[in-house]
């Protein structure tokens, strides 16, 4: 099992592109997810989050897409809370891909889900599978777009 941060030890970044501050999460049935997190991190960073099940990690991710709202505490983007207008334009800059492909899947072949968030920001069909298929090669899945989830 790995040890958290020593709280002794402080990590600063410069202009972090996430910045939470004091986070508390409480689920509808009253179970805490969150509790007083603190954490910067800074565009380029990888970051790695270890933990049992139901310890956190999944809530915590969904709180930097904007997917669930602070119990207490902020969560801020690019030095701004991750709430209203500026939530919505975060949007076209965070992505998540959920861990089980059957929480995220919108199309039948891997081209169709790669072309579903351009598509849906405005693009053309045939400028959104344009951009789709210029990512996943870009990835090297190029050669997969017509791979059909089942």
Known sequence: MHEPWPTS??????RPLFRIQGLDYRYADG??????????????????????????KTTLIKQLCGLLTPTNGQVHFQSEPLAGDHL?????????????????????????????????????RQAAQQAARKALQRVYLGGLVDFVFQ
């Not at 169709?112 to 849906?120: E, I, K, Q, Y």
């Open 31 to 56: 179970t805490r997810a969150l509790s007083n997190v603190d954490l910067a991190i800074g565009a380029g960073d990888r970051i790695a989050l270890v933990g049992q099940n139901g310890s956190g």
């Open 88 to 124: 919505a334009r975060s949007r076209l800059h965070i992505g998540l891909l959920f861990q089980d492909p059957d929480d995220q899947l919108f199309g039948h072949t891997l081209l169709a889900d790669a072309a579903f968030g351009p598509r849906h920001q405005g693009l053309s």
């Open 9 to 14: 030890v402080k990590r600063t970044v410069a």
